[in-house]
């Protein structure tokens, strides 16, 4: 079993950045793939990043790329997602998950643990 629990969202103003944490629990962390996902509002969640347990593979979304980065410190327990040029698309309840499967995924179903959610908003 893994609890997650995501921190680190807030309101920034387009151009900025944010950092968002995500601690878990258990003894078997490293070996989990471990994924970002965020729901804007009124819309589906949507698939974000995703790093394999050692972060050596990591896969971004297109409307990301280049401005987030996935890292992940297995010593601490914790995965974080580094956003930089935040534009006002990007406002959306963002969410860790982690799962057991071989690879990591941006399909969503693919993941058995997720967190409560770090609100971000980015004004204009």
């Known amino acids: 079993q893994v609890q997650l629990v995501e921190s680190g969202g807030g309101l920034v103003q387009a151009g900025g950045s944010l950092r968002l944490s995500c601690a878990a629990s258990?003894?078997?962390?490293?070996?989990?793939?471990m994924g970002w996902f965020r729901q804007p509002p009124g819309k589906e969640r949507e698939f974000v990043a995703a790093a394999s347990w050692s972060g050596g593979t990591t896969t971004y979304a297109n409307s990301v790329k280049g401005r987030f980065t996935f890292s992940r410190d297995n010593s601490k327990n914790t995965v974080y997602l580094q956003m930089n040029s935040l534009k006002p698309e990007d406002t959306a309840m963002y969410y860790c998950?982690?799962?057991?499967?071989?690879?990591?995924?941006?399909?969503?179903?693919?993941?058995?643990?997720w967190g409560q959610g770090t609100q971000v908003t980015v004004s204009s």
């Open positions: 998950a982690a799962t057991t499967r071989a690879t990591p995924s941006q399909w969503g179903w693919r993941y058995d643990y």
């Open positions: 258990g003894r078997t962390f490293s070996t989990y793939q």
